[in-house]
């Protein structure tokens, strides 16, 4: 049974940094894409960014590209959202979510959904 547990989420002002980590188990990792998902109540899911399984390759959401940062570790069978210049509006619950397939940023094509940790950007 594949289970995804992030960890890493905080507090932190306006311009900081954060690193989320999720950890995945139960399947080879290396054939999972790895999507990062967030969500403020109320507000509908939003993809921020994804990796492919077989290259590497990211896509990100405009919102946040050029200032997150995905990457995996496929000994460690983790991913890592590094977050940068961090804003409020970055405030949310952050997941991270895999797939056997092409990574996309729509949550709907995942198999697999972590627990959340929350972000909060506040000064």
């Known amino acids: 049974q594949v289970q995804l547990v992030e960890s890493g989420g905080g507090l932190v002002q306006p311009g900081e940094s954060l690193t989320l980590s999720c950890v995945f188990s139960?399947?080879?990792?290396?054939?999972?894409?790895m999507g990062w998902f967030r969500q403020v109540p109320g507000k509908e899911r939003e993809g921020v960014g994804c990796?492919?399984?077989?290259?590497?390759?990211?896509t990100y959401a405009d919102s946040v590209e050029g200032r997150f940062t995905i990457s995996r570790d496929n000994a460690k069978n983790t991913a890592y959202l590094r977050m940068n210049s961090l804003q409020p509006e970055d405030t949310a619950v952050y997941y991270c979510?895999?797939?056997?397939?092409?990574?996309?940023?729509?949550?709907?094509?995942?198999?697999?959904w972590g627990q959340g940790t929350q972000v909060t950007v506040s000064s």
């Open positions: 139960g399947a080879p990792f290396h054939f999972y894409s």
């Open positions: 979510a895999a797939l056997r397939g092409y990574c996309a940023l729509a949550g709907g094509v995942y198999d697999y």
């Open positions: 990796m492919h399984y077989g290259d590497d390759s990211t």
